[in-house]
DNA sequence: AGAATAATTGACTTTTACGTAACAGTCAAT
DNA sequence: ATTGACTGTTACGTAAAAGTCAATTATTCT
């Protein structure tokens, strides 16, 4: 089996343009195969879109993206830089915790705001 | 007492430049007071402030910022705008939501990388 | 008073993550 | 053979959110 993938049909599935998936094979996050000129995407590709999309959707940027996956893809052999890679995964995990407290936070405020709207609803409904 | 809060204080504070004060003033997020031209910020402002910066933390724009701090402060007073507000909170509540599920994901993929980078310790470790 | 320090405004620049336009090739179906 | 859908490349454009720099004012210290 192992399917391939047109980039509409990804494109589609996601949401995103074609400009979107060739730009970020152009930034070196995913390597679709080639058949000519045209891209050919695995399924391997298709979860690392997936990937890529969430870690967009939580603001990372795209050299972050790529670190993280090139990380795990393999991780650093020299010793210092083995190191410096996991310091910088526990800053992210500390900014990643900061921004779900940030998350919450605004959840409530957003119940809050929703409570404003409700009690003037009822104002303009009385005033009918 | 209501102390007053000098910009270069909340910038301390804050860890964000005066610049950035000034733009949210510009943009009407914050309206700090004045004796002359310089600003005095009250501590409601500060409030504010780090009610925008949270926002900013998770991805808000500044137009989406500015809209929930208006809501709250005076909901308007249309029926239509009213609901289609209700709409945009309830949207931005599953816009939220699923960030923080991209976050739980992203926390456990990072341990992942994590346990990658223990693992090539461990044989850089052995090697030497 | 004079120097140093801090604040202001305004204009210009930068970065990120694509959008958009222009133009051409490929391939299946009519 | 043409149409239409899709694909490709290259290159320039854009919006958001500041950063940077210069030219002015104010304030404070001694």
Redesign the interface.
Same mark, same amino acid.
């Given at each position: 089996m192992d399917k391939y993938y047109s980039i509409t049909e990804l494109t589609r599935e996601f949401g995103v343009s074609t400009r979107t998936l060739r730009f970020y094979e152009d930034e070196g996050l995913i390597h679709p195969e080639r058949r000519g000129r045209t891209r050919l995407f695995r399924s391997a590709d298709r979860r690392l879109i997936q990937?890529i999309l &969430?870690?967009r !959707?939580?603001?990372f940027t795209i050299a972050e993206i790529r670190e993280?996956i090139n990380?795990?893809k393999e991780?650093?052999?020299e010793?210092g830089q083995?190191k410096l890679?996991?310091k910088r995964?526990?800053e992210?995990?500390d900014e990643? &915790?900061?921004? !779900?407290k940030?998350?919450?936070?605004?959840?409530a405020?957003?119940n809050?705001?929703?409570e404003?709207?409700?009690?003037?609803?009822a104002e303009?409904g009385v005033g009918t």
């Open positions: 990937e &969430r870690g !959707r939580i603001g993280v990380v795990y991780p650093p052999g010793l083995l890679m996991m995964i526990d992210k995990r990643l &915790r900061q921004k !779900r940030d998350i919450d936070e605004t959840l405020e957003l809050h705001a929703e404003a709207c409700l009690t003037r609803l303009i």
